[in-house]
C-alpha cells in the first residue's frame, strides 16, 4: 500500500478527552477514530490488525471442527423472556429500541439464547450431536462508563463459540480441546508467554469456568500466580480454587491482568431453560450439554496495544501488523524504491510504502508510532553499495542487506 | 467440510410465513435462518455465499485504490442534524436507542455523514486528495414492512464506498472507473448480463446518478431498456433521460428489475453543507468532490437466489457458491471417498462431503437444493472402472470420469 494512498495521518498528541493508553496510541497511530466514548471505527489500518486477529482465531476454531456462522444483531424478546434475560434488571447493558409497529427489539450484548434458540430447529437426534458453531459477531453493551478504549466498548467485536454434547463426557473433552486450541490463539498473537488458564467463578453446573488472563497494566483484574507461572487463579474464587487444587494461597501472588477470554461449561442447565433436548439412540428424551467459548477480538487489539508499546509508539508482532515492511526512499530514487516495493509484494510480504513528499524523519517517526516490524530504508547510498537498511521495531536494531537478499531475509525473520 | 459437521438440515416446505421466494429458498436450503421479518442470521453456507460476494467486490474495490475501514453502527445525533438527517421526518427508517446517560444515539442506516466527519480530520490539503474508502458494514432500517427476504432487511450487509476529489474532473474521472469496477463484480457474480448500468434520478448536483439494476422477477423497480440492451433507464427518470442521450422513450420496453448497486455524485453539495474543504495550491479553501457507491451484500445474494434456481432449488454459480463440490459415497467405500474427498481439498476445490447415514437420493435431493454446481458420485461400479460421475447442478449434465483426472477436470471448470 502507498501512504499516499491511505487518508490517514499520525497524531502529534493523543486527544484530550481519551483516557486509556490503548486508545491514545491508536488514535494517534491512526489505526481507530473514536466516534463516542466506548464506540470506534476502525481506519484501513486497524481494520487490517481486527482481521489478522480474526484470522488467527478462525483457523484454530476450524482446526478444532468450529462451523463459522454469523447471527443478527437485533433480538426479539421472547429469545431472551424465557431464561428472564430480557429483563433490563437482571442484564443491564441491552440496548433496546422498537420496530415501527411498536414491538421492542434489543441489540444482542450476547448470542447464548439466540445461538441455541437457532440450534434448536436443527439438532434433535444424538445423530446431529456434537456441533460447534462460532462468529465474529459486533456485541453491544450499553455500559454505564466506558474509559478503557476498544478494550471495554459499547460496541465491539467477539468471537463466541458454543459446542453441544450428547453427554458430559463428550462436552468435557471438547472444551479441553478448546482451552488448548485458545493457548495455540494466543501464542500466534504474540501474548501466549503472558496469558495464563485462570479459575474463575463457575455457575449452576461447574463451580469454576476459565477465563484467559493476560498480564496487563491496565486490566481490570487481579490474578494469582504461583513464581512458576504454573497456576493462576481470579481473585474472586481465590480461596475456593487454592482449596481444590489443594495449594497454600499465600505461595500465590498477585498481578493485574485483564481478561481476553473466558470458556463455561452450561451443562445442562441453559437447554433445560430453553427446552433443548435431544432423542437418544433408545428414543428417550434427553437435555444437551452445552459449553461456550468467547475471545473479545477488538479488546485483543487493544490488550496487545496496551502490552506492546514504548514511548516512541505501538510494536505490533508481525502476525498481527497491519503491514510487515514501512519502506522509505531517501533521495530522488523512487524507481528504485518502486521496483523494490513490488518485489516483496510479490513474495507475499505487505509493504506499507511512504511516498509522500515529506523529510525522512518524519516517516521514521511514523514508522515507529504505527509499530511496523521492519523498517527498510533504501538511498542512493546503500544503493551504491547495492544494500538496503533494515531496522527491526522491536529490538532498534539495524543491520545492512543485500537487495538481492532483502526478500528472503524478510520472509524468514517473520516467518513467511 | 463434512456434512455430519454442519448441524443445518434442509427442510421439505417453506415456513408458512415466509412469502419472499429467495428467502424461502435459502431457508429451506439451510443458508439462512429467519430471527424476524427483514432480520435473517447466516448458516455456514450462508456465510460462505456472502463471504465470496464481500471478496469479488473487495479484490474489485482494492483495484481500484479504495481503501477497506469499518465504521461503528452507533451513531451521535450531531454527526446527522447538519445535514437535518437525524430528524425522523427526513429519515423514517432510523433505530434510535439513549446510552445509560439519557443521550439519544442511533443504528447506522446509512455512514455518509460518519465517514465524512472522520475524512474531515485527516484530509486538509490539496496533497491529501484524492481518497477512496469503503466498508462492508451492517445497516438498519427500520421499514415498515418487510417481505422481501434478504432482498430488503432491517438489518443487512452492504458494500459503501466513498471518494474524495479536489476537482469535478477527477471526481468525474474516477465515477466512470467505479462504474467499471461494478460491472466486474457483477461479471464475476455471475449476473453481468443480465446487470444494466441504468439512469436514475440525480441530486442538486447532477441530473441523473446511475443505478445498477438486473432483470428479476422479484424486484421493486422498473427499467426500460432497447431490444439490444445498449440503454436502460429507470422509470422515475424515463422523460428527461431519453430526451437527455436523444432517444425516442417508445423503442424503449419495460422489464421488472431489482437494484442491486447505485452510484452518486454528490458534487461539492454534501461537503458544503458539512463544511468539507481542503486548501489548494494557492492557499485558498475550496469545498470537495464527493461521490459514493453501494453495492447491497445481502441484496445480491437474495437477487442471485431468486434468479439462479428451479423446481429443485438454487443454482449458484462457482464464484459464490459455498462449496465446488457436493460429494456422495454409495455403497461401503468410504475410505475411497476420504482419499478422493482429500485430494480435491488439496487442490484448492471446496468440497461438502456427505458423510452422513441417509440414502443417496436424499443425498442427491440435497446437492440440488443447495445448489452446488458439481455433484461427484462415488460407488462400488464407478470405482470397479476407476472411475467417478459428475453432474454439472446447471445443466444436469452427467459425465464420467477417470479419478485420476477428476480434480484437473473440476479444477478447468470452476477456473480456479
Given at each position: 500500500m502507498r501512504r499516499t494512498n491511505l487518508f490517514i495521518k499520525t497524531l502529534k498528541n493523543a486527544p484530550a478527552d481519551e483516557q486509556a493508553k490503548n486508545a491514545q496510541l491508536l488514535i494517534r497511530a491512526g489505526y481507530v477514530y473514536k466516534v463516542m466514548a466506548g464506540v470506534y471505527a476502525y481506519t484501513p489500518l486497524g481494520i487490517r490488525v481486527v482481521e489478522k486477529i480474526k484470522?488467527?482465531?478462525?483457523?484454530?476454531?476450524?482446526?478444532?471442527?468450529g462451523c463459522e456462522l454469523i447471527m443478527s444483531a437485533l433480538q426479539r424478546p421472547d429469545t431472551w423472556t424465557g431464561t428472564g434475560r430480557w429483563d433490563?434488571?437482571?442484564?443491564?447493558?441491552?440496548?433496546k429500541t422498537h420496530l415501527k409497529d411498536g414491538h421492542e427489539v434489543g441489540l444482542a450484548w450476547s448470542h447464548e439464547e439466540a445461538i441455541i434458540e437457532m440450534l434448536k430447529q436443527h439438532v434433535n437426534s444424538y445423530k446431529d450431536l456434537p456441533q460447534s458453531v462460532y462468529q465474529f459477531q459486533t456485541k453491544f453493551?450499553?455500559?454505564?462508563?466506558?474509559?478503557?478504549?476498544?478494550?471495554?466498548?459499547?460496541?465491539?467485536?467477539?468471537?463466541?463459540?458454543?459446542?453441544?454434547?450428547?453427554?458430559?463426557?463428550?462436552?468435557?473433552?471438547?472444551?479441553?480441546?478448546?482451552?488448548?486450541?485458545?493457548?495455540?490463539?494466543?501464542?500466534?498473537?504474540?501474548?501466549?508467554?503472558?496469558?495464563?488458564?485462570?479459575f474463575a467463578s463457575g455457575g449452576a453446573f461447574t463451580k469454576f469456568s476459565h477465563e484467559f488472563q493476560t498480564i496487563c497494566e491496565a486490566g481490570e483484574d487481579t490474578l494469582y500466580t504461583d513464581e512458576e507461572n504454573?497456576?493462576?487463579?481470579?481473585?474472586?474464587?481465590?480461596?475456593?480454587?487454592?482449596?481444590?487444587?489443594?495449594?497454600?494461597?499465600?505461595?500465590?501472588?498477585p498481578v493485574v491482568s485483564a481478561e481476553v477470554g473466558n470458556i463455561f461449561k452450561f451443562g445442562t442447565e441453559k437447554s433445560?431453560?430453553?427446552?433443548?433436548?435431544?432423542?437418544?439412540k433408545d428414543g428417550m428424551q434427553k437435555?444437551?450439554?452445552?459449553?461456550?467459548?468467547?475471545?473479545?477480538?477488538?479488546?485483543?487489539?487493544?490488550?496487545i496495544a496496551e502490552m506492546?508499546?514504548?514511548?516512541?509508539?505501538?510494536?505490533?508482532?508481525?502476525?498481527?501488523?497491519?503491514?510487515?515492511?514501512?519502506?522509505?526512499?531517501?533521495?530522488?530514487?523512487?524507481?528504485?524504491?518502486?521496483?523494490?516495493?513490488?518485489?516483496?509484494?510479490?513474495?507475499?510480504?505487505?509493504?506499507?510504502?511512504?511516498?509522500?513528499?515529506?523529510?525522512?524523519?518524519?516517516k521514521f517517526a511514523d514508522a515507529e508510532l504505527m509499530g511496523i516490524p521492519i523498517r527498510l530504508v533504501l538511498s542512493q547510498r546503500t544503493l551504491d553499495e547495492n544494500n538496503a537498511e533494515i531496522t527491526y521495531r522491536q529490538t532498534g536494531e539495524t543491520t545492512t542487506v543485500n537487495l538481492e537478499e532483502v526478500a528472503t531475509q524478510i520472509k524468514d525473520k517473520i516467518q513467511l
Open positions: 484470522q488467527i482465531v478462525r483457523e484454530e476454531m476450524n482446526a478444532i471442527n433490563d434488571d437482571v442484564v443491564d447493558v441491552w440496548f453493551r450499553n455500559e454505564l462508563r466506558s474509559k478503557s478504549g476498544v478494550m471495554r466498548g459499547r460496541e465491539f467485536v467477539m468471537k463466541d463459540m458454543y459446542s453441544v454434547h450428547a453427554t458430559q463426557e463428550d462436552m468435557d473433552k471438547y472444551y479441553d480441546t478448546v482451552i488448548e486450541a485458545y493457548k495455540r490463539v494466543f501464542d500466534r498473537l504474540g501474548i501466549g508467554n503472558k496469558t495464563f488458564v485462570t504454573t497456576v493462576a487463579v481470579n481473585e474472586e474464587v481465590l480461596d475456593d480454587a487454592t482449596q481444590e487444587i489443594g495449594i497454600d494461597k499465600s505461595t500465590l501472588k433445560e431453560s430453553m427446552g433443548f433436548t435431544y432423542t437418544d437435555p444437551i450439554f452445552l459449553a461456550s467459548y468467547g475471545i473479545g477480538v477488538t479488546r485483543v487489539m487493544g490488550v506492546m508499546s514504548d514511548e516512541k509508539g505501538l510494536v505490533w508482532h508481525s502476525n498481527v501488523a497491519p503491514y510487515h515492511v514501512y519502506l522509505v526512499a531517501i533521495g530522488d530514487i523512487s524507481e528504485h524504491a518502486d521496483m523494490l516495493y513490488k518485489e516483496l509484494e510479490s513474495n507475499g510480504i505487505e509493504v506499507l510504502y511512504d511516498d509522500r513528499d515529506e523529510r525522512p524523519g518524519t
